[in-house]
């Protein structure tokens, strides 16, 4: 396969950068950094390409869909970093947001040989899924040219799925099949080609703004409270605690106290001590809000 990368502004040469080999740490480290502050800038240009994929995201969920993140190399480990901390931070089942490389999980680690090239792999990928119209493929790749993640758009537009892709070169291939494109351009990097850089970064900035948007918009925050953290490790219980205070003004009594009368649930203990509420009241109440903790508290209100 005939690869033209003198389009790409991915695989452009950065002047700023160009004798970097040259300066003193910490001159290299300035020049580093200073393409690293231009990246939240290009970021930034995407917000309305980003609102449209967190909207179509939350319904997604909201009607039992997936979000499925295809990628190769860097890219696809990014989409399965954001992907793995879904359920701890939010509750979330571990099949609702699903992250995908190319070439399975050996490439998590290290590079699987041509497997970004298999256009037919990224098909074969999402078919194991079952990827339906229910879900929202995001697919990843700085170059916006990878065949894998090609692969993996056409098929989820086959099956009716919504499709948007993240990537750092305009008008790339990516770019013309989605639905919805982000592209945040973060030019030239520091060192030729490395994409892991502001590309990556940029890419992981645009991630977190994907599944942070959509879990507020389906009631997994509360003020800016993760209130369906899960407490798997003893951290994570201190820091239920702390957010049943936060969001109550109780003590940190009461708040063990219902946490612990609830299962270490902070929505329902949240409802609890804000409603005067038991138990099963309080999860009555958030059932019938679809758990939106600050709609449940107002209908219990609305009941006196």
Do not use: W
């Amino acid at each position: 396969m005939k690869i033209d990368l003198s389009k790409m502004i991915t695989e452009s040469r950065n002047k700023a950068s160009q004798y970097i080999d040259t300066l003193s740490t910490l001159d290299m480290l300035k020049v580093i950094n200073d393409e690293d502050k231009k990246v939240a800038l290009a970021v930034e240009l995407t917000l309305p390409e980003v609102a449209k994929a967190v909207d179509a995201i939350a319904v997604a969920f909201q009607r039992g869909g997936r979000l499925i993140y295809a990628g190769a190399g860097t890219s696809g480990r990014l989409g399965i970093l954001d992907a793995s901390e879904c359920p701890p931070t939010y509750g979330t089942k571990p099949e609702q947001v699903v992250g995908l490389i190319a070439g399975g999980h050996q490439a998590i680690f290290s590079a699987v040989e041509n497997a970004e090239d298999n256009r037919e792999l990224g098909a074969e990928d999402l078919k194991a899924l079952n990827v339906n119209q229910k879900d929202v493929l995001v697919g990843i790749a700085a170059s916006g040219r990878t065949p894998y993640v090609l692969g993996a758009m056409a098929y989820a537009q086959s099956v009716g799925a919504m499709v948007a892709c993240i990537s750092c070169n305009p008008q790339s291939p990516m770019t013309e099949v989605a639905d919805i494109s982000i592209t945040p351009v973060v030019g030239p990097e520091v060192v030729t080609g490395s994409s892991r850089m502001k590309a990556g970064t940029a890419q992981k900035l645009v991630l977190n703004m994907l599944t942070t948007g959509a879990m507020i918009h389906t009631g997994k925050v509360y003020g800016n409270l993760m209130v369906d953290v899960e407490a798997t490790n003893a951290k994570l219980v201190e820091r239920q605690k702390n957010i049943v205070v936060a969001a109550t003004e109780c003590t940190r009594e009461e708040a063990d106290a219902a946490l612990q009368a609830c299962g270490g649930h902070c929505k329902t203990a949240i409802v609890m001590i804000l409603a005067g509420l038991n138990v099963e009241e309080a999860q009555q109440l958030l059932q019938k809000n679809d758990g939106f903790t600050r709609q449940a508290v107002a209908s219990a209100d609305q009941r006196k």
